[in-house]
């Protein structure tokens, strides 16, 4: 039974559970609800969650060992000398399951019955028969795979059968027993919001669990990386030459100075229009104007950054390129370092005049008197108090920022180019370490060959930077924020 | 007498005009207050920039040359065997049908009499397209076959492009996809009033086509995989987002695990997106073996993405909720659980409702880390029906968006700019309707 279908039953089960906990609740009372230790429904949702839960864990764990349960039986079974040369074991396991699942397609679309299947050889070709149905196979099957996929598919289906029934079994029980135990002096509700409450910090815990599962993703595939690729190599090279027959060269330092340099043209634009901005909305305009101007700023920060890239490409790579590289012998490509700085650097003014904005308004406003009654002008006050009052939370502003401009793709994946290059002119096209990672993992990827792999120990690399970034980011401005409370 | 040294020493200032400092200093902040508003003002200019720039170029999409031809369905073609059998209809590919197509421009030009010298190869303005559309026309009436037709087909890019003034007569002359002569055909087509420029539903409903025949491409698949997505992202984001929120501000402990908890979800917010990607196809993927272009992988990657916005504005509308509320809950004898969901839940509602929305729209706008899970594929057939439709291949919006900027031919940009419009008005509609909540519901305590 499809796993869809077995949760709709556990659901039915549970609403009819429901129904019988709260009936026997008050018919344990002559239905009288005063009677009762808790209020009637939640004798029937501890009949339902008592039903659900157990089965729902039962479904998930079974869902996640049994995949790796048969991958290792199957694997297991696949002789040594079936693996033909230049081909991994994980490979065959590949062809295994695409053939396995073709079959079952067939099976689905009525083509073949299960007897024809179990007598299916590998002269019947197979490969046609899939092909007719749109399901392409890579090669001829063999018939190691052929015998593999089917024990496979056995396997799999005895699985499936004994996953449905410890399923219903478990739910089954979870009901009969809670709804045996219904009764008037049953601490139903405390039950109830018991398991309410594991929920809730469960639901809560998925965020820890995001982290480990980024940090553990990467962290595997870097540590096999560097297994195929020296360490020193990767953070010490200047040269970054991915070349899939082998025998590349993944130095990170030109892909890092790209990103470097571009974010550093980004925060050049964004900080000084983004702090002005700030400051004259919190400390200048009318009430009115802030109101429509505010808003208006920040429609900026909703902006998809595809759409920011796409005029990068569009708009500004032309109009930088006709207008100051070429005239000036810089260079002729539209897309360059330039283009996406800029670019990007619209995209963060939001961001940095609306933290700033922030900060700039929680500075009390008695310093701001001082100052003004000593005869300063509103200029000055600014500058000399204001500014250097909230200068923590600024730099705090400016580092998430940094760490945006950093970790930012579509600007660059359209606006900044492919060529990775250690050069100082601004408007030839370099690259990013995010570019990269999209162009390593997007296309034709073998999670054998380091060129593939690279892109997770960039991943990591970056993540550690922007999570370094935004932790100095954090303790800068709540060192600030105490200053003042 | 000794005179008394002015106090002032030797300045003969007065309140009544400025001196030398005085003027520099209200220069200076006139300056100052000049910056603010220069900047705003390149702000909010660059601003309309990028939507100008991008109407402009977008606009032209929505709109599309047709013409409509007569074509002949003649029997020998189409049906060899004579017998109007369906299956031996089928039997002739697209492929066979180019003739007819031909045959049809050539009908027009004799019938409006249009003489124009050096004509080469006349069925060239019409696109590609044209011979799938009539042959899965004639499989669903294979009666037709025998007499003619009038259709209405795309012309070929090119004459697309010229109409929108993007392709010129020098750059014709240059261009080996088109020929001055065939320029002129399609001008002499449009006085005839064959050929016209309409709106076309295509570009939204229509999947995506070939790099071949961009003015065949539509959205169809890319919307649909976008609202898949929205609705996983919606599924999972709100109950797992709000269960977290009500945890860690109404129940946690303060205790280690409630500090992991929070830090974590803080630097989630500022994880770039792409490595969520390479979590989606680390984990979703390689790992757990789910399909690759799958709006399921898709969904649940946003998911996590949106995961953090969405508490962080749940806990906001949490903590906006008065605690007077609270303790009148308890205070008539409900538990801590009931005050929560029987009081304080409701009443934070639209503030979770608003922060909802804007999660959503900006899942709806993320592509990095769609791009690591396949979901670049070309899919030019539209996913079933949830919940088998989950599983099926297709793109989003804003890859689709990506995926158009990638293609050779330049007419391509014009569609990805229509995308990005597509894209931006579910945006806005996303944003209004969020700013019309939280203006309805608001409440000031």
């Known amino acids: 039974m499809p796993v869809f279908w077995i949760i709709i039953a556990l659901l039915g089960l549970a609403a009819v559970g429901f129904l019988l906990g709260r009936r026997n609740a008050l018919s344990s009372v002559e239905g009288n609800p005063t009677l009762l230790h808790s209020r009637p429904n939640y004798y029937g949702a501890g009949v339902a969650l008592s039903a659900l839960i157990p089965a729902l864990f039962v479904l998930a764990v079974w869902l996640f060992v049994q995949p790796l349960l048969i991958d290792t039986r199957v694997s297991g079974a696949i002789p040594a000398d079936a693996i033909p040369e230049g081909s991994t074991l994980g490979l065959v396991m590949n062809d295994v399951q695409r053939l396995a699942s073709g079959l079952e397609q067939l099976q689905e679309m009525g083509r073949i019955t299960g007897r024809e299947i179990t007598d299916l050889t590998t002269d019947g070709d197979i490969r046609a028969r899939l092909g007719e149905i749109g399901f392409a196979l890579g090669s001829d099957v063999r018939p190691e795979v052929l015998d593999a996929a089917r024990q496979f598919r056995t396997l799999e289906s005895t699985g499936r059968l004994f996953m ?196 700039i308004s929680a500075v009390p406003q008695t310093m701001r008197d001082g100052s003004l009654g000593l005869g300063a002008t509103k200029a000055e006050t600014i500058r000399q108090v204001v500014i250097p009052a909230a200068l ?65 120990a960039l991943g990591l690399t970056l993540f550690v930077i922007t999570l370094g970034l935004n932790v100095i980011a954090l303790v800068v401005v709540r060192r600030y924020r105490e200053q003042y409370e | ?73 003649s029997a020998d073609v189409l049906d060899p065997e004579g017998n109007r059998d369906p299956e031996d209809i089928a039997k002739v590919i697209t492929f066979g049908y180019a003739g007819l197509i031909e045959e049809a421009v050539e009908n027009a030009i004799e019938e409006y009499g249009i003489e124009i010298e050096g004509l080469d190869d006349p069925a060239a303005i019409v696109s590609k397209q044209a011979s799938a559309q009539v042959r899965n026309w004639v499989l669903k009436n294979p009666e037709a076959v025998g007499g003619t037709q009038q259709f209405s087909f795309y012309t070929t890019s090119r004459i697309d492009q010229y109409y929108k003034g993007k392709v010129t007569m020098a750059s014709a002359e240059l261009d080996s996809q088109i020929s001055i002569e065939q320029i002129q055909l399609a001008e002499a087509l449009e006085e005839a009033g064959a050929l016209e420029r309409g709106f076309n539903w295509d570009f939204i409903f229509a999947p995506d086509a070939s790099d071949q025949r961009p003015e065949a491409a539509g ?19 709100l109950p797992i987002g709000v269960a977290a929120s009500i945890y860690l501000e109404e129940f946690a402990p303060t205790n280690r695990l409630t500090d992991i908890i929070e830090v974590n979800i803080s630097n989630l917010a500022a994880v770039p997106s792409i490595v969520f990607g390479i979590l989606g196809l680390a984990i979703f ?48 004898g409900a538990s801590k659980m009931q005050s929560v969901f029987h009081h304080v839940l409701p009443l934070a509602g639209p503030g979770i409702l608003t922060g909802t929305i804007i999660g959503l729209a900006q899942a709806l706008g993320e592509t990095a880390p769609l791009l690591l899970i396949g979901m670049v594929a070309f899919v030019t057939e539209y996913p079933d029906a949830p919940p088998d439709g989950f599983f099926d291949p297709a793109t989003a919006l804003p890859v689709q968006v990506f995926n158009w900027t990638q293609r050779a031919d330049p007419a391509f940009a014009e569609r990805a700019s229509g995308a990005i419009i597509v894209l931006l008005v579910f945006l806005a509609i996303m944003n209004i309707t969020a700013i019309l909540l939280r203006r309805r519901f608001e409440r000031r305590w």
Not at chain 1, 394 to 414: D, K
Not at chain 2, 224 to 237: Q, T
Request: charged fraction near 10%; charge should be positive.
């Open chain 1, 164 to 359: 449905t029934i410890v399923a219903l079994v478990a739910a089954v029980a979870g009901f009969a027993i809670n709804l045996s135990r219904v009764h008037r002096d049953k601490r139903a509700r405390n039950q109830v919001e018991g398991v309410i409450k594991a929920l809730l910090l469960a639901s809560a815990c998925i965020a820890i669990l995001t982290t480990v599962g980024i940090v553990l993703s990467m962290l595997f595939e870097s540590i096999n990386f560097f297994r195929q690729y020296p360490i020193t190599d990767f953070f010490f090279g200047t040269q970054w030459a991915p070349n899939f027959r082998g025998n590349s060269d993944l130095g990170i330092i030109p892909l890092l100075w790209g990103t470097m340099y571009i974010s550093l043209i980004a925060l050049l634009v964004a900080v000084p229009i983004g702090l002005f901005s700030a400051i004259y909305l919190s400390e200048y305009a009318s009430r009115r104007f802030r109101a429509i101007a505010k808003p208006l700023i920040e429609v900026l920060a909703g902006i998809p950054t595809i759409v920011y890239g796409l005029f990068a490409l569009l708009v500004v790579g032309p109009m930088l390129r006709d207008y100051f590289a070429q005239p000036m012998g810089l260079g002729n490509s539209g897309s360059s370092v330039m283009t996406a700085g800029l670019v990007m650097g619209i995209m963060l003014i939001p961001f940095v005049s609306s933290l700033s904005d922030d900060i």
């Open chain 1, 392 to 456: 923590p939370g600024i730099v705090g502003a400016i580092l998430l920022a940094a760490s945006r401009a950093i970790g930012e793709t579509m600007i660059v994946v359209l606006g900044a180019g492919a060529a990775a290059r250690l050069s100082l002119n601004p408007f030839e096209a370099m690259t990013t370490v995010t570019v990269k990672i999209v162009s390593q993992l997007t296309g034709d990827t073998n999670f054998a060959s380091p060129e593939t792999l690279v892109a997770f």
């Open chain 2, 1 to 73: 007498m000794v005179d008394i040294p002015d106090s002032r020493g030797t300045s003969t200032s007065s309140i009544l005009t400025a001196d030398k400092r005085t003027k520099k200093r209200n220069a200076a902040e006139k300056r100052f207050r000049f910056y603010g508003l220069a900047a705003i003002c390149i702000g909010l200019s660059a601003l309309v920039m990028l939507l100008a720039s991008i109407l402009y170029q977008g606009i032209p999409a929505f709109t599309q040359t047709k013409v409509t031809l007569e074509v002949p369905l």
């Open chain 2, 219 to 237: 959205l169809g698949v890319a919307i649909i995989g976008s609202a898949y997505m929205m609705l996983i992202v919606l599924c999972l984001a």
């Open chain 2, 285 to 332: 993927i390689n790992f757990a073996g789910l399909p690759q272009s799958a709006p399921i992988v898709g969904g649940l990657v946003l998911t996590l993405m949106t995961l953090p916005t969405i508490i962080i504005s749940t806990r906001a509308a949490l903590k906006s909720v008065p605690p007077s509320i609270r303790d009148a809950a308890l205070g008539v």
